[in-house]
């Protein structure tokens, strides 16, 4: 009975700790005003501003003939928060287009075993508003 309630102490402890979701994700989007885009994402962790399931990301989302959206990302666990702008352009927060947002992306491994993302957005002042879906894959 000792070693089991040893080996659910050290399975509780791990699974307080979240998964380092930083690298390089292969997306394809769908976009309410757009259409079908493909685009490349990456994630950076700030261990700085991450503590046990709790972790805090540099994002930077690129799509061709769009443009590099900066952003930064908060995560719980498997869940996380993703905020993305176009860069500020004639004093215009998202450039002119007011292209900038909030998504929330669930991580889980695919069948291949490779870590990867599905994210809901929405854009508040795209186009009088806007909303997508990315599918994202970790190269």
């Known amino acids: 009975m000792k070693w089991f309630a040893g080996l659910l102490s050290c ?24 259409g079908k885009y493909t685009g490349t994402v990456t994630m ?8 046990g399931a709790d972790a805090s990301y540099d994002f930077q989302l690129e799509v061709p003939d769009y443009g590099v959206y900066k952003g930064h990302a908060a995560a719980h666990g498997m869940h996380a928060a ?12 998202g450039g002119k287009t007011h ?25 508040p002042g795209f186009k009088g508003g806007n909303t997508g879906v990315e599918e994202c894959v970790k190269q």
């Not at 889980?108 to 994210?119: I, P």
């Open 44 to 51: 950076k962790l700030r261990p700085e501003h991450s503590k």
């Open 11 to 34: 399975w509780i402890a791990a699974s307080a700790y979240a998964l380092d979701l930083s690298g390089v994700y292969a997306c394809t989007g769908d976009d309410a005003h757009e």
């Open 82 to 93: 993703m905020h993305f702008a176009l860069p500020t352009e004639n004093g215009e927060y």
């Open 99 to 123: 292209d900038y947002g909030t998504g929330i992306a669930e991580f889980k491994k695919n069948a291949k075993g490779q870590l990867s993302f599905r994210k809901f957005y929405f854009e």
